[in-house]
Structures are given as C-alpha cells and as structure tokens.
C-alpha cells in the first residue's frame, strides 16, 4: 500500500493548539469567535456535508457557526449586513453556487479581513484550501524544491490559489487543465501532482510516474458518496506517496479555515 498523506493526523496536532488559543481568547479578552457560513438553499449533500463538519470541529474548540441558507441573489446584501456585524469575524460563502458567473462578486464582497477561506480578490488570508495543501506536505516532509510540480485544474478554491502561491516562492509549477497538451506527458514526468478536478477517475496509474506525490483534492458526488479524481488502483501502488480516499486534504482545509478566524480574533485583541 502507498505510504498515506494524513490529514487527519496532523490536524489532531493543531487542534490543540487552536483549543487553547480560543479559550485565552474567551477568558482574557472576552472575545467568542465566531464564523458564519452561508450556502445556497439548493445545495446539495456533499456541501451540507461539509457544512456539517467545520460546524462539528468549530464546537470542539468553542467556536461558534451559524450556518444560513441564503438565495444567491440576495447574498451581496446579507453579507454586507455581517461585515458590519463585530460578533462575527470570519465569513464564507460555501462553493459552488447555481450561478457561477456570480461567484467573483459575492466573493469579493466579503470584507477582506473577515474572508477566512481566501477566497476574495483583496483578502487578508491566503486559500484556506491551498495553504492546506501546502501544510499537508510540509507537515509530512515532502519537499517541494527542485522538483517537478503539475497542478491538474485551475480552479477558484484550489488550483489556481495554489499555482499562484507556488510560483511565488520559485517552484516549478505546470498548471493543467482541459485545454492543456501533453497531459499525460507532462503528469508522468511529474514528482508531485496535485489535482483538483471534481472528475472522478481522472488520474490513473498509468500517468503517475515511479516514487511520485499524490495530493488529490478533487470532490464530485456519486450515489451520494464523495469521491476524489484519482483511481482507486493509484492507491494500491506501494512506490507512492499519496493522500487516502478521505481524511487528506479536506480536513486540513477547515483547520485552516479555523486559524485564520482566530488569527482575525487575535488581530481584534491586539495580539498580531
């Protein structure tokens, strides 16, 4: 079997860690951190079920959630009503949405020091899910320089933050996607491949070289299971370093989630 790259694992780590800044943050500088989440009344269950995990560890280290479902059409207007709301620090707006041509805007609405998930044009924090990313590797030792990275997708939530952040420490990055040539050229002579498609299947072992790094960070739902970009057959490789089916990046991307409100706290408090 391939060695794992477990998120859950470290994220034990750093739940400690945050329950005791959040509890100082309670007691000396009666602060109550506070996120809130806002989704679409259409969404589905992979999202309700995403929801439902940032809302169960935001209890366990005593930080509340409210959770609205909001129509799409009138979130401009309710996040501007939170961004004026001092109990709340931390906003997100869980992705997708129907109208995807409105993503940018109501993402940018967001003050900029409330946008914890990054995900905003002037945000004070970087992609709660590419620093996640980036913590899984770290926190397992997988260096990143001089090595060949392809990135497969170049979305909003992950592959195009990640590139970004990347490029801008001097790593060689190829960023892919399905208007890219030489794919299957370009994964195979890869190091490190990171994907996040949302096609499942996508990544098949034949496109993976020998001793590779895999992060797949890839969700699409079917029969009402989550499900990531890579065959399953990639996982039974033993050469491979490789994120597992669940419990790799999606835990860490909440933990992150996490720090950066009580980073916006200990801003509030004049600690940073």
């Known amino acids: 079997m391939a060695k794992q790259l477990n998120g859950l694992e470290l994220q034990g ?14 007691q000396e500088h009666k602060i109550v951190p506070k996120l809130l ?7 589905g269950p992979v999202i309700d079920t995403y929801v439902r995990m940032k809302v169960a560890y935001a209890e366990d280290i005593l ?7 909001v129509p799409e059409k009138e979130m401009k207007q309710y ?18 949405l129907e109208d995807k041509s409105q993503i940018d805007t109501i993402c940018n609405s967001i003050d900029s ?19 996640a990313i980036d913590w899984l590797l770290a926190g397992y030792n997988v260096a990143l320089e001089g090595k060949h ?17 990347w490029k801008q420490r001097g790593l060689a990055v190829t960023m892919l996607d399905n208007t890219s040539d030489n794919v299957n050229e370009v994964l195979a002579a890869s190091d490190i491949i990171v994907t996040a498609t949302g096609v499942p299947r996508l990544i098949k072992s034949e496109h993976v070289k020998q001793g590779a790094v895999v992060v797949d960070a890839g969700t699409a739902s079917e029969s009402g299971q989550i499900v990531g970009d890579v065959d399953p057959m990639v996982r039974e490789r033993s050469d491979l370093t490789i994120t597992p089916a669940k419990g790799g990046v999606g835990p860490l991307t909440y933990t992150v989630l996490f720090d950066h409100l009580i980073e916006a706290c200990l801003r509030r408090a004049g600690k940073l």
Request: charged share 20%.
């Open 37 to 43: 989440i806002i989704k679409s009344p259409s969404a």
């Open 79 to 96: 996040i501007a009503t939170a961004n004026a709301d001092s109990t709340i620090q931390g906003i997100i707006v869980q992705l997708p």
């Open 63 to 69: 930080i509340e959630v409210e959770v609205r479902a």
């Open 13 to 26: 780590f750093i739940k400690e860690r945050q329950l005791r800044q959040v509890r100082n943050l309670r």
């Open 149 to 165: 990275i392809a990135i497969v997708g170049n979305g909003k939530l992950v592959g195009n933050p990640l590139g970004r952040m």
């Open 113 to 131: 020091t409330k946008d914890v998930d990054g995900l905003g044009r002037a945000a004070l924090y970087p992609s709660a899910t590419a620093q």
